[in-house]
């Protein structure tokens, strides 16, 4: 498990001053210490080839981070749109099982599958949050496709809504693989290497600029420093889609049972 797992349990507005705040006062203290200790005339003739240098290392690194930002932040809304697919196909499904004509056979049914829309809400998405897999809801599932094999539709329409109902369940099934296997989609250590190197060599390479002023210079690459936190803040935070504040819920499972508790006071208050 990544350590980016541990930092986004964290709450986020903390994780942005830890990680800006580090970054900030590593980048400043470093510039102090080699303003301190290094003779500024020979920074002084080197300033121009150090600049030109710096800044084709910062352009790439920053094409880099950007590039890094833009595959975790794809790979969100990937995530979210397989999440939201699934959940459209539970609902449609649920609603195909509810108003099955055959009353004996919905309710045998609706039991089985809200049995699978408890154990999705209460193990399978808390098992994502800390990156482990489920055992209950893949055998809850299983028993849904049982009973539903098991259905015997007596007439033209109720062969059609069978039909509909696996439909909606293989949708269902597959939106759901796709979000289980989504899990293993975190940056891999390799791509941390030439992040983490990227930020210390810019940040040298700030420090070695000639800067008359020392309080200018080590405010200059402190500010650096921040900059370069709040990217890698952004990329642990997208990192990590089932973890965390902004981590995807089962809003549509909950609304299910949502659903089902309101059905559930209309016929009590009907009666």
Same mark, same amino acid.
């Given at each position: 498990m990544a350590i980016t797992y541990y930092m986004v349990q964290i709450p986020p507005y903390l994780l942005f001053i830890f990680l800006t705040f580090s970054?900030?006062?590593?980048?400043?203290?470093?510039?102090?210490?080699v303003r301190k200790y290094i003779v500024v005339t020979i920074l002084r003739s080197h300033n121009e080839v150090t600049g030109f240098i710096f800044l084709a290392i910062s352009?790439?690194?920053?094409?880099?981070?950007?590039?890094?930002?833009?595959?975790?932040?794809?790979?969100?809304?990937?995530?979210?749109?397989?999440?939201?697919n699934e959940g459209s196909s539970a609902m449609g499904l649920y609603r195909d099982i509810k108003y099955y004509p055959d009353s004996i056979a919905s309710k045998h049914l609706k039991t089985v599958y809200l049995?699978?829309?408890?154990?999705?809400?209460? $193990?399978? /998405?808390?098992?994502? %949050?800390i990156m482990k897999p489920s055992r209950k809801t893949p055998?809850?599932?299983?028993?849904?496709?049982?009973?539903?094999?098991?259905?015997?539709?007596?007439?033209?329409?109720q062969i059609q809504l069978v039909a509909e109902m696996f439909r909606h369940l293989n949708q269902l099934d597959t939106y759901r693989g796709l979000r289980i296997m989504s899990?293993?989609?975190?940056?891999?250590?390799?791509?941390?290497?030439?992040?983490?190197?990227g930020a210390l060599i810019s940040i040298i390479f700030v420090m070695l600029l000639d800067i008359e002023n020392s309080r200018m210079h080590v405010a200059i690459n402190s500010l650096f420093g921040i900059i370069i936190g709040m990217f890698i803040f952004i990329i642990i935070i997208?990192?990590?889609?089932?973890?965390?504040?902004?981590?995807?819920?089962?809003?549509?499972?909950? $609304?299910? /049972?949502?659903?089902? %508790?309101?059905?559930n006071e209309q016929h009590i208050k009907v009666k």
């Open positions: 970054l900030g006062a590593f980048a400043g203290i470093t510039t102090y210490l352009s790439f690194y920053a094409f880099l981070l950007s590039f890094v930002v833009f595959v975790v932040w794809d790979q969100l809304n990937e995530t979210r749109a397989n999440v939201s049995d699978f829309v408890y154990n999705v809400i209460d $193990e399978e /998405f808390p098992n994502m %949050a055998e809850s599932l299983n028993r849904v496709y049982y009973a539903m094999e098991h259905l015997r539709p007596q007439s033209p329409f899990i293993e989609t975190e940056i891999p250590y390799p791509i941390w290497l030439p992040i983490i190197a997208l990192d990590h889609p089932y973890t965390g504040a902004i981590g995807i819920k089962p809003k549509a499972y909950k $609304e299910i /049972f949502t659903l089902e %508790a309101w059905a």
